[in-house]
């Protein structure tokens, strides 16, 4: 379910209408059975280029708080960071004390991983909510929602600015689509117009499995009219833009594979890809929300 207004106004509108700022509205995401997939908010935090996690509720108030979470990995190394729970009447009012999260005391909505209160029903570590925790747009969590039933509710305002966000040596970050439109890649576009098309890119995983997916690359000018035959994606055939792995102009300078444009590749509100970027410099620059009369 999807609906946009305007501030102040009751009239519901569609995102294709979209011609003003200040809009507010919610959106329902579906993650069932999902436990790879980057998930992020595609509204913000009225007045802030920020979501707040207790923005985000799901489908029916409840999710399994023992085996469903979002959670975070360390952009740098890969490895399991923190993890968010979300806590419903049920399962804290529970009398079971073999009943994760059992305890009286917690109030409904996100909490951090490291309290235990099944098992013994007193407490292990301090109850620490993340309700309040902001996080930046564009940026977001792994799902991991292996349940029936796993979708979220998100609310808050469309943020209708050319936002930067800077991935410099960021390897498995998540990217999201901030905005309550599908984009395609080929609207992100890199800070100056330039990645290093050998060792920079964004990268799919496999949403059940977690293996890596599709790699999309940027080719700028200079690469792609590079007269160095050892040079990736040396091709003057290619157009400026993303492309996708697969493709091998560099070494042979002839062409191994098939060339394919990433430009029309769609990302959904609220998904994204993977980043992998090493280098020193790797900042994307991504689309207003607005739609403009002339592109009704």
């Known amino acids: 379910m999807f609906a946009l207004a305007a501030a102040g106004a009751a009239a ?7 011609v003003s700022a200040n809009i507010v509205g919610y959106m329902e995401k579906d993650n069932t059975g999902l436990a790879y997939a980057p998930v992020g908010a595609m509204f913000m935090t009225v ?13 029916d108030g ?13 952009p740098t190394t890969g490895a399991i960071g923190q993890k968010y729970y979300y806590v419903d009447e049920t399962t804290a009012r529970s009398p079971n004390p073999m009943r994760r999260w059992a305890d ?4 409904v909505g996100w909490w951090k991983e490291g309290y235990r209160s099944g098992f013994t029903n007193t407490g292990v570590g301090t109850a620490e909510s993340a309700n309040d925790l902001l996080f930046a747009a564009g940026s977001g969590f792994y799902s991991n929602f292996a349940g029936k039933k796993a979708k979220l509710n998100f609310k808050g305002e469309v943020l209708d600015v050319e936002l930067q966000i800077d991935l410099t040596g960021k390897a498995y970050a998540p990217v999201i689509n901030y905005l309550p439109r599908t984009i395609t890649l080929g609207e992100i576009v890199p800070e100056d117009g330039t990645l290093n098309a050998s060792t920079e890119y964004l990268q799919e995983f496999n949403p059940t499995t977690g293996a890596i997916g599709q790699k999309y690359y940027y080719v700028d000018e200079t690469t792609a009219r590079s007269t ?18 697969g493709y091998r102009s560099g070494f042979t300078n002839t062409g191994v594979g098939t060339a394919e444009s990433a430009d029309d590749v769609q990302i959904a509100p609220g998904a994204g890809l993977y980043s992998n970027f090493a280098g020193k410099k790797a900042k994307l620059n991504f689309p207003k929300a607005i739609v403009t009369a002339s592109q009704n």
């Open 12 to 18: 519901v509108i569609a995102i294709d209408a979209i």
């Open 47 to 59: 007045g802030q280029q920020s979501f707040r996690l207790g923005d985000i509720v799901p489908e």
């Open 62 to 74: 409840t999710l399994n708080a023992s085996t469903e979470y979002l959670q975070e990995f360390n």
């Open 104 to 107: 009286p005391t917690l109030a």
């Open 228 to 245: 160095n035959p050892m040079r990736r994606w040396a091709d003057p055939t290619l157009a400026v833009g993303w492309w996708k792995e």
